[in-house]
C-alpha cells in the first residue's frame, strides 16, 4: 500500500513537471515589451492608441491566465485546446484532440503488461504519456508553425511597404500578401483579408489573429498600424523600420542559438548516457537489467532516477533558454 501511494505521488510529479515543460514561455517578457512600446509612442496621451495597447496587453494578461488555470486543473483546457490547434494550423476538432489522448493511453496501458510490468504500473505510465504526450506534440507542431511566421513576416512587412508606396490601401496590400508569400504568414494574412470582407474592421481582424499566434513580432505589427491610424504620419516609413528591427531581431536570436549550441549539445549528451548505457547493457547482459522490470524497489529507484533527470534537463534548459 505504501507503494503505491508512493508511486501515485511519483507519477502526479512528474505529470506536473510534463505539463509545466509543455506549457509555453512566460508571459512576463511580452508585457514588458509592449508597455515599452507603450511609454514610447504613446507622448501625446491619444486615448485611442493606450486603449489599443492596453487591450493588447489585456489579451495576453488573460492567454496567461488560461495557461494558469489548465496547468491548475491538470486536466485539458477545451478553449485553449483550440486555440493550440488554431496556433498549429490543424483542422481538428477537440473530440478528435481526446480520442488521441485515448489512444496515447491505451498503447502502453495495453503493451506494459504484456512485457511484464505491473498493472498498477502501467496506469501510472499511460496515465501520464495521454495527458503530456499530446500537448507536447501540439505544442512542437505550433511552435514549428510559428517559426516559420516569424521568419517569413519581415518579408511580408516589406510586401506591405511596396504597395503602399504604389498607392494601394492596405486591405488590397494585405490579400497581395496572402497571395504571393506561401505559408503560415499568407494563410494568417488570407484569414485577416476574408474577415475583413466579412464586415470586421481591420483592429479586430489583426487583434484576432495577434490573439491565436502569440508572438510579439505580430503583437509590434499590430501596436504600429493602431499608433499611425491615430496619430498619422507615414505608415511606408514607420513598417520599412519595424521590418528592419524584426530582421535584426531574428539575427540577434540565431546568434545567441549559436553561442548557446555548446551547452544544448551538453545538455543532450548528458540526458541521453544513461538511457545509451541502460540499453547497451541490456543487450550485452538481458537477465542483469531484467530486475528493473519486475522487482519493485527497482522500479522505484528507477521511476525516481527519471524524475531527477527529468528536473535537471529543465532546468538545463531553462539556462540555456534565452528570451529576446
Known amino acids: 500500500m505504501l507503494t503505491m501511494l508512493f508511486m501515485m505521488v511519483m507519477a502526479a510529479f512528474m505529470t506536473m513537471f510534463f505539463f509545466v515543460a509543455a506549457g509555453p514561455p512566460?508571459?512576463?517578457?511580452?508585457?514588458?515589451r509592449l508597455a515599452g512600446v507603450?511609454?514610447?509612442y504613446n507622448v501625446s496621451g491619444e486615448p485611442a492608441v493606450s486603449d489599443q495597447v492596453r487591450k493588447l496587453?489585456?489579451?495576453r494578461a488573460t492567454l496567461a491566465k488560461r495557461e494558469e488555470t489548465a496547468f491548475s486543473r491538470f486536466l485539458p483546457d477545451p478553449v485553449e485546446i483550440t486555440r493550440k490547434i488554431e496556433a498549429a494550423g490543424k483542422k481538428w476538432t477537440v473530440r478528435q484532440y481526446f480520442i488521441g489522448m485515448g489512444i496515447t493511453f491505451a498503447v502502453p496501458f495495453l503493451i506494459l503488461p504484456i512485457l511484464g510490468l505491473p498493472l498498477w504500473m502501467a496506469l501510472i505510465v499511460a496515465t501520464a504519456a495521454a495527458l503530456a504526450l499530446p500537448r507536447l506534440f501540439l505544442n512542437f507542431?505550433?511552435?514549428r508553425r510559428i517559426a516559420q511566421f516569424v521568419a517569413r513576416f519581415p518579408d511580408a512587412i516589406e510586401l506591405l511597404v511596396r504597395g503602399l508606396r504604389a498607392g494601394l490601401p492596405i486591405a488590397e496590400t494585405m490579400s497581395a500578401i496572402a497571395s504571393e508569400i506561401e505559408g503560415p504568414v499568407g494563410s494568417e494574412f488570407?484569414?485577416?483579408s476574408d474577415r475583413m470582407r466579412i464586415g470586421r474592421t481591420l483592429e479586430?481582424?489583426?487583434?484576432?489573429?495577434?490573439?491565436?499566434?502569440?508572438?510579439?513580432?505580430?503583437q509590434f505589427f499590430v501596436i504600429t498600424l493602431a499608433i499611425q491610424r491615430e496619430t498619422g504620419g507615414n505608415l511606408a516609413e514607420t513598417l520599412s523600420n519595424l521590418s528592419?528591427?524584426?530582421?535584426k531581431r531574428?539575427?540577434?536570436?540565431?546568434?545567441?542559438?549559436?553561442m548557446s549550441s555548446e551547452s544544448k549539445a551538453s545538455a543532450y549528451i548528458i540526458g541521453a548516457l544513461p538511457f545509451v548505457v541502460f540499453g547497451l547493457i541490456s543487450f550485452i547482459s538481458p537477465t542483469y537489467m531484467a530486475g528493473f522490470f519486475s522487482d519493485q524497489r527497482l522500479m522505484i529507484a528507477g521511476m525516481g532516477g527519471l524524475i531527477w533527470m527529468s528536473i535537471g534537463a529543465y532546468i538545463m534548459r531553462q539556462m540555456i533558454n534565452f528570451e529576446i
Do not use: N, P
Request: charged residues 30%; positive net charge.
Open 57 to 59: 496587453l489585456a489579451s
Open 141 to 143: 507542431m505550433g511552435k
Open 190 to 192: 488570407q484569414a485577416v
Open 38 to 40: 507603450r511609454g514610447r
Open 204 to 218: 479586430a481582424a489583426l487583434q484576432e489573429t495577434a490573439d491565436r499566434l502569440g508572438t510579439a513580432e505580430f
Open 244 to 247: 528592419d528591427v524584426l530582421r
Open 26 to 32: 512566460a508571459q512576463r517578457a511580452f508585457t514588458k
Open 250 to 258: 531574428m539575427q540577434m536570436k540565431l546568434k545567441i542559438s549559436a
